[in-house]
């Protein structure tokens, strides 16, 4: 077989009313067949079966599947020694039928060999007679041991499949990509708040300044003016105007802004909105919870049995090894939350979510606009409520309880440390639901970090279930304690960067900060001076930690500064603490004002990472807490307009939370909210916030389609492209946070 050679070009971004930059169309290219017999025109060659019974009928290849079956790999018919070239662009097409019609078939082109990775898929609903499907992909490996498979099982009935025409076509331009950004007036779709800023941005070639008009629902001109001319947005190559209406108090529903001939997408002026979010972000973890039915008259839609329990095919999480060569015993590490959109568990990414969810609970109680009531007992409709305890608080000691569980016993190896991660041997894919998964679950090494996020979140929780739970908040404390004397031990322990089959590696060679974090958490729940001292000496105490790509999972610091600065103590020099944030808060709020699109993030080179709308939320968070420190409403107003870019002011015009905005994200890659590709499962719940642009596109259906891409523009909503658009336990205690900020902010005006 021939490689193909060719020159890929990439389309600078546009300006005016352009979308995004996009690859060009490949001069020269030299298209490849890699498939053998694919139209099956006198028999099967070449070709495999797996638990169905298949054959040649009328130039077709047609099986007869099996019911009975859980998994849709327990029955599959496909072709190896499939040759892919990295960077290589292919068109992976076929012809199928089902019969009776509403089957799904997964489409792979694949791994044949273990751990079985998956380069490209797709899931098409068959009917009679047949469809005809074609993809375009760019392989993301070299590789010889390709794979082509149709994957049929997972059906309680019999049906019959039915395939021709498969070709995967190397060489081939890749597809030319168009996101629809609808009106070039990019407003926040869900609403502004009475008495606080209002903004938003025009795309135009215009150079110079334009009419504006604020209409109301009945289409009445209610507010006028001039837009402000910004130049070229570097993130994302636009020519754009800023429109500033913020002398309009007035509330009501179904406002458009008009400019340049555009009419904005609707939007309300008001709180009601902010009220649901700051729930609806909330309840997002109880469909994530492990180990535990989720039950529809509490999430109507998204009912599904419990997942990892050790019913069949599930092995379950109640007895589970060590990877091999790690431990000799077994844990319990039942419960808790997935972590995304996969079947994994991860201590130090439940760590920095269940430190935000608490730490969201603990602000309402101390700031000056707190209400805490909100999320009060019976305001979640989750399983607990009704038991006189915060529903936040029940619903965080979920995630609690696992990791308390991840510890290692005593009179083990390393005993006291926490184990990193517990997931799958070998990577699952889409849709699955939990209790389907019938992979072997593993317990990985355990590392420093875990071990801090464990004593860090262990000790924050002992103040704040005290009141409630004095048994629970005790057990936690001395959780805690033993881990932090275990990270002492043992204070360079880190998780691999290869170990990443089956579930992410979140792997982290610099954990001062992680102890730094530890170190505030136990000083603020206990007192203690040997905490006080660690936090006074560490270098991280007076280090500018507030940076442009703002704080996460690996960047923990800002979360001990920010709860030393905000939660009553006694620590020396405290005042100092709250100033540093002040300051951090203070470049955030220049960074907004500079920014065409008015959020407080600016990568350096304009490469936006994984998860940048979090580090958006984030950095709003540093400002949100400036303003319960200096009771400034110029921090008030910055954290509130950073979340317009959230949900709608942004160049691709899309609000990045499901169920929030004439236009949302709701194809976020996850393996139970899987709509996109099964449509008996659902999308993913109202309040689910969307990764976001991600320059790297590590994925190969966003290599496939945003090559070039621009900042902003480096995003697809598409289940597929999990690293743009995967969901997560530490993105949405972003969202809950500043979801809760602003809601507070409502009662103003």
């Known amino acids: 077989m021939k490689r193909r050679r060719t020159t890929l070009l990439t389309l600078a971004a546009l300006l005016g009313t352009a979308l995004t930059a996009l690859p060009a169309q490949q001069a020269g290219a030299e298209e490849t067949e890699q498939v053998r017999n694919g139209t099956f025109d006198t028999s099967t060659d070449a070709w495999w079966t797996s638990n169905v019974v298949a054959g040649p009928e009328g130039g077709r290849l047609c099986a007869d599947v099996p019911g009975g079956t859980i998994n849709r790999w327990d029955s599959a018919v496909g072709q190896d020694g499939i040759t892919l070239v990295k960077g290589e662009t292919y068109r992976f097409s076929f012809s199928a039928s089902g019969v009776p019609e509403g089957h799904a078939v997964r489409a792979i082109v694949g791994q044949s060999v273990s751990p079985y990775a998956t380069w490209h ?448 103590s006694g620590l020396p020099g405290r005042d100092k603490v709250r100033q540093s944030v002040v300051k951090g808060a203070d470049r955030y709020l220049a960074t907004l004002g500079s920014h065409p699109y008015g959020m407080p993030y600016a990568p350096a080179g304009n490469l936006y990472d994984w998860g940048s709308n979090h580090q958006v939320l984030h950095n709003a968070v540093v400002i949100a807490t400036a303003y319960d420190i200096t009771g400034a409403s110029k921090y008030r107003d910055g954290a509130v307009q950073s979340m317009d870019y959230i949900f709608g002011r942004n160049a691709l015009n899309i609000s990045y939370v499901t169920g929030y905005g004439e236009v949302h994200s709701h194809n976020q890659h996850a393996r139970w909210y899987a709509h996109q590709l099964d449509p008996s499962q659902p999308n993913p719940p109202k309040g689910t916030l969307a990764g976001g642009p991600n320059s790297s596109i590590q994925d190969p259906l966003a290599q496939s389609r945003l090559q070039g891409c621009v900042g902003q523009f480096c995003y697809i909503d598409d289940i597929q492209s999990w690293s743009t658009n995967e969901h997560t336990i530490n993105w949405n205690s972003a969202l809950t946070r500043m979801a809760s900020f602003v809601a507070d902010q409502g009662r103003r005006g």
């Open 121 to 568: 898929e797709a899931t098409p609903v068959l009917g009679e007679p047949a469809g005809s499907y074609s993809y375009t992909f760019t392989s993301p490996v070299d590789s010889a041991q390709g794979q082509v498979a149709f994957q049929v099982g997972g059906s309680a009935d019999p049906w019959r499949f039915c395939l021709d025409d498969v070709s995967l076509l190397g060489g081939v331009p890749p597809e030319g990509y168009e996101p629809d950004t609808g009106p070039r007036v990019r407003v926040n779709q869900v609403a502004y708040l009475p008495a606080g800023p209002k903004n938003a941005t025009l795309v135009t070639d215009a150079t110079a300044r334009l009419p504006w008009e604020l209409r109301s629902a009945a289409g009445a001109t209610v507010a006028r003016g001039w837009t402000v001319p910004r130049g070229v947005d570097v993130s994302s190559g636009q020519n754009v105007h800023s429109i500033d209406f913020g002398a309009h108090r007035t509330r009501g529903t179904g406002f458009t802004l008009v400019a340049d001939g555009e009419t904005s997408h609707p939007f309300d002026i008001g709180t009601a909105a902010y009220e649901r979010l700051r729930l609806d972000a909330a309840k997002y973890y109880y469909t994530q919870r492990s180990g535990i039915a989720i039950r529809d008259d509490l999430r109507p839609g998204y009912a599904r049995p419990a997942g990892h329990l050790g019913v069949a095919p599930n092995r379950g999480d109640r007895d589970v090894p060590c990877q091999p060569g790690v431990c000799d015993y077994t844990l319990d590490v039942t419960g808790g939350w997935y972590d995304a959109g996969d079947h994994g568990k991860y201590v130090v990414n439940g760590g920095i979510s269940v430190w935000e969810l608490l730490s969201t609970y603990e602000r309402e109680r101390l700031a000056r606009t707190g209400e805490s009531e909100k999320l009060g007992d019976g305001t979640l409709a989750i399983p607990e409520s009704g038991n006189k305890v915060p529903d936040l608080l029940d619903e965080v000691r979920w995630e609690l309880e696992f990791l308390l569980k991840m510890q290692v016993p005593t009179g083990q190896p390393l005993a006291g440390m926490a184990h990193h991660k517990i997931h799958d041997e070998q990577w699952t894919g889409l849709p699955l639901l939990p209790s389907d998964d019938p992979q072997k679950r593993e317990l990985h090494p355990p590392s420093t970090a875990a071990t801090l996020n464990l004593a860090a979140t262990a000790a924050q929780a002992a103040r704040l279930y005290k009141p409630y739970d004095r048994q629970f908040a005790a057990k936690a404390l001395a959780a805690a304690r033993k881990a932090w004397a275990a990270a002492r031990a043992h204070p360079d322990v880190y998780a691999s960067e290869s170990d990443g089959v089956g579930g992410g590696t979140y792997a982290d060679g610099d954990v001062t900060d992680e102890f730094y974090w530890a170190a505030a958490e136990l000083y603020l729940s206990t007192g203690d001076k040997a905490f006080a001292d660690h936090v006074l000496n560490s270098p991280v105490h007076t280090a500018d930690i507030f940076v442009p790509a703002g704080y996460d999972w690996a960047r923990t610091a800002a979360a001990a500064r920010l709860d030393l600065a905000t939660v009553p």
